[in-house]
């Protein structure tokens, strides 16, 4: 018995250097790190089932309790049986793919095991069945718990590997050499194959962590050069801040070129093949073109593919992006490479994230410059108001969870990304729907509460059908700013803010309460009609609502405050339904998309 445990124990290397080697392979990984589907599950099945055939071909065979040294069995004798690593590999591919996969698995395993014959072959063919369905139902259990430790691992596959030792003491006759047998095999194969299962998901472990480690350094990277190029894409897209931009980005990314156009031409191209790849109107490849005219992601892994009409041109492979402003293409971000190999999946994925961040930039520079143009000084003043100490705190909170929670910090970076994009339509158009109005409100709440988990809840309760009726822009969002901010400070409650909107035969009311500390009378009646000073703000966000419902409404519309002392503050707003004539005087502009 002992004379076995070094036996197996190389049968388990040999498993472990062909999982190893599959480690590396795209696929694999991105099978274990993901939700699996038919597609997937098929290929687990035929994995770990060649996995047990492998197990089956390179076991030790028993004969006469006795260990017998072979390189590779074809057959066994009537009289022999195995001692093998089976059960390893089917247990690690259920617990990963759960009862379906592991009735495959096992299936397939077990049918090997049958043929290869012996006087153990029903016995191991019904275990490796059983274990597939069994380990594959713990794995399903424990997966939705995400709990699938190394330690739970070995456990399975230990169990596994003993119900395997009864099924034969069981199912094989005569009994004598069934028990003999299993005394001979029994704890070796026990131990060994707990000592695979560990080592097996040692290297499962590796490879997710792998990947959450890309993706944090991927992300870290991102926020470091969008931080980085902030400045000159203010400037909006132009020859010397797309300039500026490319030679960063270069600096800081492995591409061997980088380049910036516009709609009409290349405004920046800083690295290789750079005496003929310049700034100017057109374009010298077609596939920018291309992107231009699609709005999607391209790449190219040949000259041919890039289309570059100048033949000594050294670029081999471009990853070429769109860069969006308000759902529209306005130029692209090109990462050109000398090498195909070197444009990697993680090359792409980063200039992804690039192209989003930069698109979300560009959009904030349109927004600043047509703030300057904006007439309406009330929506010019309130978003000058809220954004930037919020933009700022949500940087903070975002760069923190990056290091974290990489998959949380994504959600909320694409919740800042809505948040802005609300914020600068908001900024163009006198009425809004007010279903996004409300996701404005939805992408702030979530960033806050990232921030400041469990302290209050806003609930909504929205009247059905109302959700495209049009409201003024920037109604919603700072009275919940305000009761956040101000209600709950110095408190130890927790919060709550009921938003609710509702309608009668001729307005649409919204009410925006909470249970906060309230307003001291003082304050109280001139909040909303002037600048009120104190610690936290100035109540001009309440003045400017105020007068745009003034504007707007010709003074059809109500704006009321209630509040009392240590019991919370309402504020509601009234304003008339859409109706003819109700505001002509704005003209078209109001629809503006």
Known sequence: MVNLIPLMIERVGVILIVVFLLSQSKTFRQIIHRDQGVKDKVILIAIFGLFGVISNYTGIQIHSNSAAENSWLIGIEPDSAIANTRIMGIAIGSLLGGPIV???????????????????????????????????????????????????????GMLMEMTQMGIILLVTRPFDPAWDLVKVIGIPMVAVNGLGMLLFMLIIQYILREQERAKVLQTSKAFYIADRTLPFFRQGLNQESCREVAVIMLQLTDADAIAITDSEGVLAHVGAASDHHVPTKGFSTELTKKVLREGRVLTAKSREEILCRHKPCPLRAAVVLPLMVHNKTVGTLKLYFNNPSDLTEVEKELAEGLANLFSTQLELAEAEQQSKLLKNAEIKALQAQVHPHF?????????????????????????????????????????IPLEKEIEHVKAYLSLEQARFPDKYEVLFEIEQGLEKSHVPPFILQPLVENSIRHAFSRTRIKGEVMVKVYSDEHFLHIEVSDNGKGIPPEKLELLGKEAVESRHGTGTALVNIRERLTGIYNKEALFEIKSRKETGTEIAISIPLEKKGAWDYHDDSIYSR
């Not at 049918?111 to 063919?125: D, I, K, M, P, Q």
């Not at 975002?398 to 802005?420: D, G, H, M, Y």
């Open 102 to 156: 592991g009735l495959g698995i096992g299936v397939i395993a077990g049918v090997h095991r049958f043929f290869l014959g012996g006087f153990t072959a029903a016995a191991c063919a019904i275990s490796a069945v059983l274990a597939g369905a069994a380990a594959g139902w713990f794995g399903l259990s424990r997966r939705k718990k995400n709990v699938i430790t190394p330690a739970f691992a070995v456990g399975i």
């Open 391 to 431: 933009l700022f705190n949500a940087i903070n909170t975002i760069s923190v969870l990056c290091r974290t929670n990489p998959e949380k910090a994504r959600k909320l970076l694409l919740e800042l990304s809505q948040f802005f994009r609300s914020n600068l339509q908001g900024a163009r158009q006198i009425l």
